[in-house]
């Protein structure tokens, strides 16, 4: 690891398993590596060997314990997922998006998981730090191993690309997030289209064909391409959708492989589509559709991301919290409105971060709530064109059990933790 790194071993040589940058999930046995960041991780070094880390790498002068000691510890960390991608065999799918890219992740992970051994970024790791972390910490008989791909400017995916070199790419949507940081969305869908011109001649590109940015990324594919979605030219075809009292899809897939009735675990109309992804990519692995489909019945994904439960008072809690942009929040409120209630739909929304027009583009939420008679309650924002409430909770605990609540907003929101507030009573 000290020559992927090119850094200096100091102390005694010690055997590896895996990696973390987080020295309170740190596993015994694995490289603390530590970043500096938001906090400096050099700070946690003595906690992480406390806590059985085996090494650690460090920019700075080393203490006690097995170190490797490098110019740079962002840097190396790209390197070691870089050596570390060189010794798996796995088939590598790449996935990014403006919306979608955790959830279709996720359902990827638990089809591919129904033929293949099969590993995938944990959470929403899907930048320089998570992406290089995945590699290096799926086991050594991975057979698929599922990237997930986040974008906050140019050529961050093509940096991404060349850590993970992946055999198959997705591209979920184009839409409205992050634009503040490439000039709108046109910007989105050139950052997201780096994802598509690194994949390998013999790999395949795997594209929206709902999407008319997503589905013009196949002009500068050198590999084959293959399209998903309800339109009728799509390869992979959603076909007679339908949706259950708790806004669960049911549709028939028809593939180049066979016809398949999927029936999903997870709430929205729009988790047909990622499914639809997901399932593709299983199929391109090999994967029997029945298996796959059947796997999807009891997927779920990962925290914060249209999570469904029932207040102990009844009323049903739409958790989205993990983050937002107008595309998502669209895409939730929708949701919510296919719920099966006959009491009050209301929307406790926080902030959607890094947009180019925020005061339009809240406008036009707060408009579409108002179209469908859904209540909004604003959290640390007034974007909305109504003031923040401080007494949010409180709201929710007027809900009743006929009612229905939809909880969402960016990470700056952290609105999280009030769902799980309301949710724990």
């Not at 709108?184 to 590109?205: F, N, S, Y």
């Not at 009891?298 to 958790?319: C, F, K, Q, Y």
Request: net charge negative; aromatic share 4%.
């Amino acid at each position: 690891m000290a020559a992927a790194t090119g850094g200096t071993l100091f102390g005694p040589d010690a055997e590896l398993d895996g990696v973390s940058f987080d020295s309170r999930a740190l596993l015994a046995g694995q490289l603390f590596v530590a970043l500096v960041a938001d906090r400096d991780g050099h700070e946690f070094i003595s906690a992480a060997l406390r806590n059985g880390a085996g090494a650690y790498l460090t920019q700075r002068e080393p203490g006690s314990g097995t170190a490797i000691v490098v110019t740079d510890t962002a840097d190396a960390l790209m390197r070691l997922g870089r050596w570390a991608r060189s010794r798996l065999a796995a088939r590598v799918v790449g996935i990014t998006g403006s919306v979608g890219k955790t959830s279709t992740k996720d359902l990827a992970r638990a089809a591919l998981a129904a033929g293949l051994r099969t590993a995938a970024s944990e959470r929403s790791f899907n930048n320089e730090q998570g992406l290089p972390v995945t590699i290096l910490n799926a086991p050594d008989d991975t057979e698929a191993l599922v990237l997930e791909m986040g974008m906050r400017g140019f050529g961050q995916i093509s940096r991404l690309c060349e850590v993970g070199r992946p055999d198959i790419g997705v591209v979920t949507r184009v839409a409205e997030a992050h634009t503040e940081l490439v000039g709108g969305i046109e910007g989105v869908a050139l950052a997201k289209r780096e994802l598509i011109a690194a994949l390998p001649g013999d790999g395949t590109a795997i594209l929206n064909a709902d999407d008319h940015r997503v589905l013009a990324m196949s002009s500068i594919a050198a590999c084959p391409v293959i399209t998903f979605g309800r339109s009728t030219n799509a390869d992979v075809q959603i076909d007679q959708l339908v949706l259950d009292e708790l806004a669960r899809a049911r549709f028939v897939l028809r593939t180049p492989w066979g016809h398949e009735t999927v029936a999903l675990a997870v709430s929205g109309e729009h988790m047909a589509m990622n499914a639809a992804a997901a399932l593709t990519v299983a199929l391109l692995c090999g994967v029997d559709l029945a298996a796959a489909s059947a796997a999807l019945a009891h997927a779920h994904l990962s925290p914060w991301r249209m999570e469904i439960t029932r207040h102990t008072g009844g009323a049903v809690v739409v958790n989205d919290a993990y983050n937002a942009n107008p595309a998502s929040m669209r895409a939730a409120i929708e949701a919510l409105l296919s719920l099966q209630i006959s009491g009050r739909r209301v929307a406790v929304l926080g902030a959607m971060a890094e947009l180019a027009d925020p005061v339009q583009d809240h406008a036009d939420i707060a408009a579409l709530l108002a179209q469908h008679n859904i209540e909004l309650v604003a959290v640390g924002t007034d974007l909305y064109g109504v003031p923040a409430r401080d007494d949010a909770l409180e709201v929710l605990r007027s809900l009743a059990s006929n009612d229905a609540v939809l909880i969402k907003g960016s990470r700056v929101a952290g609105l999280e933790r009030l769902a799980a507030l309301f949710i724990g009573e």
